[in-house]
């Protein structure tokens, strides 16, 4: 069974279309433990239910991560996907894979 984790981003990261569309994007590059992953307004990169903290108590845990984290889900019928690259929990960059931009 393939389970994921959920990514809630600011809005300033994202595109004009899709600036509403804050919540609620999936991931396969983290866990898969149905984590909610957040990208704070300062880029910094929390988590706010961990493997060994199952109950969601609303607390987030800054997550010391490097790598890569693709995010994405369709809206109005077009696939917006986009890539996160971290440096121990620091947003690098964020960029827009789908759809192409011009």
């Known amino acids: 069974m393939g389970m994921y984790d959920y990514v809630k981003v600011s809005k300033q990261?994202?595109?004009?279309?899709?600036k509403e569309h804050t919540?609620?994007?999936?991931?396969k590059s983290h866990n898969k433990f149905l984590n909610t992953l957040?990208?704070?307004?300062?880029?910094?990169?929390?988590?706010?239910?961990t493997?060994?903290?199952?109950?969601?108590?609303?607390?987030?845990?800054?997550?010391?991560?490097?790598?890569?984290?693709?995010?994405?889900?369709?809206?109005?019928?077009?696939?917006?996907e986009f890539v996160a690259f971290f440096e121990k929990g620091?947003?690098?960059k964020l960029i827009q894979v789908q759809p192409d931009v011009e």
Request: avoid cysteine; charge should be negative; hydrophobic fraction near 35%.
């Open 90 to 92: 620091n947003l690098l």
């Open 51 to 80: 493997t060994d903290n199952w109950l969601k108590n609303g607390e987030n845990k800054f997550l010391p991560y490097t790598g890569e984290i693709r995010f994405y889900k369709g809206i109005d019928d077009v696939w917006w």
């Open 38 to 49: 957040t990208i704070e307004e300062d880029g910094k990169l929390y988590v706010d239910n």
């Open 13 to 18: 990261f994202l595109p004009s279309a899709v």
């Open 23 to 27: 919540d609620e994007w999936q991931t």
